[in-house]
């Protein structure tokens, strides 16, 4: 089945760094990759759609500015988080649709820890 | 505005049972419904996909029924393992540019 990857699976940074998140699609081509994030014992929240080759859309209340995505190609999107402060903390993942039979496929999360 | 919910919100039974997992949904004009199940601290493991046009899906122990028309679907396990023990999600998806649309799942926890 399909396949993303996704990569730090953890991350510990200090507040005022970025972070980078890659995920990526193994073994499909993904025009369109989404992030979630997801608090404690919380349902995933979706954050933005991820476009190739044009500009994220992002969930109201999410800040495009802190929330940095790339899609440069086919297979490989990434979110930065930017000036990362302690309430980023949180498990992100990412996701992409290949179509049937495999519906949605997901990466295995980062687990993002600011201090 | 389509709305998933799962019942029940958690669920613990002795191992060797089987087990059904309860999904509804509002807007019945969906394109699949697909099921989850995440490990603490994981990312989500696709389970079983159930296209518009199909009525059940089986893998291995688990079976997934769909009933457009109700609303409903649902997740059966049979002779349930302490390794089934998870968080189950049902997510609906209605196609185009339709988010992907969650319940907030079932905790499953299968006591030896």
């Known amino acids: 089945g399909a396949v993303v990857s996704q990569h730090p699976s953890w991350v510990i940074c200090k507040s005022g760094t970025s972070v980078k998140i890659e995920c990526r699609s193994l073994?499909?081509?993904?025009?369109?990759m989404f992030w979630y994030r997801q608090f404690p014992k919380q349902s995933l929240m979706l954050m933005a759609t991820?476009?190739?080759?044009?500009?994220?859309?992002?969930e109201q209340g999410v800040e495009k500015d802190k929330f940095l995505i790339n899609h440069a190609s086919l297979t490989l999107s990434t979110l930065t988080v930017t000036s990362a402060h302690p309430e980023d903390s949180s498990f992100y993942i990412c996701?992409?649709?290949?179509?049937?039979?495999?519906?949605?496929?997901f990466g295995s999360g980062t687990r993002l820890t600011v201090v | 505005k389509q709305e998933v919910t799962q019942i029940p919100a958690a669920l613990s039974v002795p191992e060797g049972e089987n087990l059904v997992l309860n999904c509804s949904f509002t807007d019945s004009a969906i394109y699949n419904l697909q099921w989850f199940r995440q490990d603490p601290g994981k990312g989500l493991t696709s389970l079983l996909l159930i296209q518009s046009s199909q009525r059940e899906q089986t893998s291995g122990r688990l079976n997934a029924s769909l009933d457009k028309s109700s609303g409903r679907s649902t997740l059966y396990i049979a002779a349930s393992q302490p390794g089934d023990s998870a968080t189950y999600l049902c997510?609906?998806?209605?196609?185009?540019?339709?988010?992907?649309?969650f319940g907030k799942g079932t905790k499953l926890t299968v006591n030896p």
């Open positions: 991820s476009n190739e080759g044009s500009k994220a859309t992002y």
């Open positions: 073994d499909f081509q993904a025009t369109t």
């Open positions: 997510a609906v998806y209605q196609g185009g540019s339709e988010k992907l649309v």
């Open positions: 996701s992409a649709y290949p179509g049937p039979p495999d519906g949605y496929t």
